[in-house]
Structure formats: C-alpha cells, structure tokens
C-alpha cells in the first residue's frame, strides 16, 4: 500500500539556520504531495501542496519539489524562526479504491525546535 | 477564513460506553473525513464521507464505528463501545472536491478511555 517516510525527530536548529526535513513516498499511480505543520494544541494545518512531478510548492518561506525520479519531497527553508516551531508532517493523497474519495497517508511527524 | 470545528476539545469515557464526536466542516465542502492520531504514532485515515454516504473506510473503521450527518452542518464520529485502544486524538477534515485539493482540519478531540 502506500505509505509516507520523513525523517526521524525531533530536529533542533538555532534560529535563522537552514531547514531540511526529508520524505520519501511510496504510491502506485500519481498522488498529490503535502506538508502540514501543527503549532502545539492546534490541528493539523496546510502548510504547502504539490500536484505533479516537478511541481514546487511553497509557503512562508517553505519550499518543497516533488521529485518523482526519487519519489521524494523535501521540506527546506533558508532561515527558520523561533515560531517554526511545530511538528511537521509529509503527506500523500490518494484513493484506496482508484475512485471517489482520496485519503491522505501520513508520515510520522518531524518535531521541529528552533532555539533563539 | 472559515475553519472547521471539532467539540469536544477533550472526552474522558469509561470502557464500554458509546461516544460522539462532533465536527462542522467548512460549509461549502463536500467530502469530509474523520482521522485519528495515537499517542506517539502516525496520523491515520479512518472514513471519508460524500453525498451523505461512506466513500471509502480503512481497516481500522470496524462495525464500533459509525459516521453519519444528521442535519447540514454537522458531521459525526460514533464509537459503540470504546475500548482502551481507542484512546486517540480524532481530527475531521473537509475537502472542497476529492482528488489532489487539500483537507482542511480541525483541531482535533482528545478521547480518553478509562
């Protein structure tokens, strides 16, 4: 089945130090690629998509490129900020079935602490 | 920007007993999800819903669960008889349209079995 592998965490940066947090996926056909970021006691929220192979998806300074050569996505960010911190998750979207309703799989969540 | 909402934010329930979760999705989206978190473990699909009907379920959505929209706003979880295991953190979604759209979440309910 389909299933999503980020890198384990947590991750501790120092403020304004360059973010990578790795995904790899597994999917038959062509899903759609996501990162959401969860703030603590808040829900999970969109942080930025991508539809198609070479598609670069980007959000406040977030970036990610689905890269279907290497079934990959990787979260980056130039320069994080103390309010980055958050857990973040990769995502696919898919539908078991072929038809109707995508779900999406999720990865286990990368804990992101950015000291001052 | 409109949101959806999830109550109640924290359930504490003894072994056995029913429970309902609730959600109202974003008003003008059509297919609507139910998740749920494990402590320490992966975001989990359970059901989608469109149309007013089961679109796809998981393995782990068994005959405790049932979804069901009681009126056109709402949009519920039932668990019939919860076990300890289904100690979790249960988030809704909602999607415009299915395919490659985002969900949009909640914030999610904290379950607690006792």
């Known amino acids: 089945g389909d299933s999503v592998t980020q890198m384990e965490g947590p991750v501790t940066l120092s403020e304004e130090a360059f973010l990578t947090i790795n995904c790899t996926y597994t999917a038959t056909g062509y899903p759609s690629l996501f990162w959401y970021v969860q703030y603590p006691g808040e829900g999970l929220q969109l942080l930025l998509k991508?539809?198609?192979?070479?598609d670069k998806g980007s959000n406040k300074g977030f970036e990610a490129t689905y890269r279907k050569e290497t079934t990959s996505f990787h979260l980056e960010k130039g320069s994080v900020q103390v309010s980055d911190s958050a857990v973040y998750f990769c995502?696919?979207?898919?539908?078991?079935?072929?038809?109707?309703?995508?779900?999406?799989?999720f990865g286990k969540g990368t804990k992101l602490s950015v000291i001052p | 920007e409109p949101e959806v909402t999830q109550t109640p934010s924290h359930q504490v329930t003894q072994m056995g007993q029913e429970v309902i979760l609730r959600c109202v999705p974003i008003s003008n989206h059509l297919y609507f999800y139910w998740y749920r978190q494990i402590l320490g473990q992966k975001v989990e699909f359970l059901v989608s819903f469109y149309n007013n009907e089961i679109s796809e379920k998981s393995e782990i959505f068994d005959d405790q669960f049932s979804v069901e929209r009681p009126d056109g706003s709402n949009f519920t979880l039932k668990i019939r008889s919860t076990k300890l295991e289904d100690s979790a953190m249960y988030f809704c979604?909602?999607?415009?349209?299915?395919?490659?759209?985002?969900?949009?979440f909640g914030d999610g309910t904290r379950l607690s079995i006792l």
């Open positions: 979604a909602s999607s415009e349209i299915s395919g490659g759209q985002p969900q949009h």
């Open positions: 995502a696919l979207s898919a539908s078991f079935s072929g038809a109707g309703s995508y779900q999406l799989t």
């Open positions: 991508a539809t198609k192979a070479d």
